[in-house]
């Protein structure tokens, strides 16, 4: 299975629509946080609801082999950043796939198995490549230090 990690935000969560398809068009499985729904989810305080989410996360990071980060750039959210060090952790294929052409952070370069600069059209064309054993070729560091 592979996770589908990045913003959940409105305006992220259409490219990442277009990424799961193609995976699954490829015949992966694929789980999206953003798509996750709790049942009766207003039923619920915050708190429960968040510990429901972030037990349903840490399942599907623990049965997945495969982590694809789709990252915005150095500045990325804490889900995410938190999704890839503890899959990176873990053991798990991390991909991280930046849509800019900008230095990244050190943790963010070291922390996954691939590392790329790309942009959305050349991602969803390629990902099938990119993530196939051996396939991938990591770009070059260019890092800050944060």
Known sequence: MIYLAGSCSSEHRTFMRKIAGKLRELGETVYCPFELKIENAWDYSQEDWAKMVFDSDIKALDGSDTVIVISPGRISSAGTNWEQGYS????????????????????????????RNTTEKELVDNIGDYIKPGAAVPDKCRTTLT
């Open 88 to 115: 990176y952790a873990k053991g798990k294929r991390v991909f991280v796939f930046q849509i800019t052409e900008e230095s990244t952070s050190l943790m963010t370069f070291c922390g996954c198995t691939v590392f």
